[in-house]
């Protein structure tokens, strides 16, 4: 069978899925025009009408402060037993922040609690520190926003969070395509990867900037809820994308537009339409010097400091799978968070 098929892709975007939740294939987004087209399903269209207009952050203590912290979705879902949330959610819980509220994670997850976690890192309800809220929302493809308090159910039923698969909007990759659909005109290239034609680039542009406007217009709306929002974002991938400005994009390299046939799309972010709204972290300076930070522990560590080595382990996030799980980032973090709360 052609591995590009889209029936032949559906086992391996069910192994994604964290039992007892189970994929759900019309959820599987395998291309930009798919990622258009989702838009259009009605668990989607029901979700994102949802966040623009009618979720609301929960009631929280009188006299307390009000943060949102959002990161990105992951491969594994639900997101929060990816290796790259459960290093974030474990520096929160090592610094002092508390889950409240009862959790339902399901005991089905507790053969991957490893035994050094804390007991509450499957726990979707907000974290305290003395006067100080922390909210959790995950910046995802094709969803918008996802609040942690919806990433196991909604509506009583399991979360479209925990049934989709979208690697659709990742280009670099070499495998977002449907070859199979009529309006395909990504072109094979070497090593049986694929490179986007003008329908891939011109669909990746709509999707990206309809999300934008999602992503914008519900924050707006709830921003009088916090006293701050943060981002923990990686440069370079599409989440940074969907929240830089004009300005980030030239400071940091981001693509300003796609290139389609007859002219270019313009990629815009949440920044440029709601400036100031929230504040995009790490900075590519304060990933430097976690580099450095890194650089220092492995020498002390006995392992290998070279500039090669220090780059692999900085990628993986020393095996959290990205630098935004590493430890000498998330300093930078816990660092911001505590400063919010004085």
């Known amino acids: 069978m052609d591995n590009f098929a889209r029936e032949s892709r559906f086992h391996e975007s069910s192994i994604k899925i964290r039992p007892p939740f189970k994929i759900d ?29 009618e979720w609301t952050p929960s009631l929280i203590p009188k006299g307390t402060k ?16 990816s290796r790259e949330h459960k290093a974030i959610n474990s520096a929160l819980l090592s610094d002092g922040w508390k889950a409240s509220g009862n959790s339902e994670a399901p005991q089905e997850f507790e053969k991957l609690r490893e035994k050094a976690d804390d007991p509450d890192i499957f726990h979707e309800g907000y974290l305290r520190k003395e006067n100080l809220i922390l909210e959790r929302i995950v910046i995802s493809e094709p969803l918008g926003l996802v609040p942690y308090q919806f990433i196991y159910f909604w509506n009583g039923m ?25 309006d395909s005109t990504a072109v094979k290239a070497k090593g049986g990867k694929w ?3 003008n329908m891939e ?50 400071e940091e390299g981001i693509s300003s537009s ?43 560590e006995g392992r290998s400091s070279s500039p090669t080595s220090v780059r692999s382990i900085y990628a993986r996030g020393d095996g959290n799978d990205t630098p935004l799980g590493l430890k000498e980032s998330l300093d930078f973090l816990l660092s911001q968070l505590n400063e919010a709360g004085k």
């Not at 399991?158 to 659909?181: H, K």
């Open 25 to 53: 294939p019309s959820l599987c987004i395998y291309s930009p025009q798919e990622n258009v087209d989702s838009l259009k399903h009605p668990k989607i269209k029901d979700w994102l009408k949802f966040i623009k207009n």
């Open 66 to 81: 009000r943060l949102a912290l959002i990161i990105p979705c992951t491969k594994y879902k639900p997101y929060i037993t």
């Open 158 to 182: 399991q979360s479209p969070a925990t049934s989709y698969d979208d690697p659709g909007l990742f280009e670099s990759r070499g495998t977002s395509v449907s070859p199979y659909r009529a």
């Open 195 to 197: 490179k986007w034609g």
């Open 201 to 250: 680039r011109s669909s990746y542009a709509d999707m990206h900037n309809y999300l934008v406007e999602v992503i914008a217009s519900s924050l707006k709306r709830v921003s009088n809820h916090y006293d701050g929002i943060t981002a923990w974002v990686s440069p370079g991938l599409t989440h940074r994308s969907f929240l830089a400005s004009k300005n980030i994009r030239l």
């Open 258 to 300: 796609r290139k389609i046939e007859g002219g270019r799309k313009k990629l815009y972010g949440v920044l440029d339409l709601e400036p100031e709204i929230l504040n995009i972290m790490p900075t590519l300076e304060q990933l430097k010097l976690a580099q450095l930070q890194l650089e220092k522990r492995l020498r002390n």
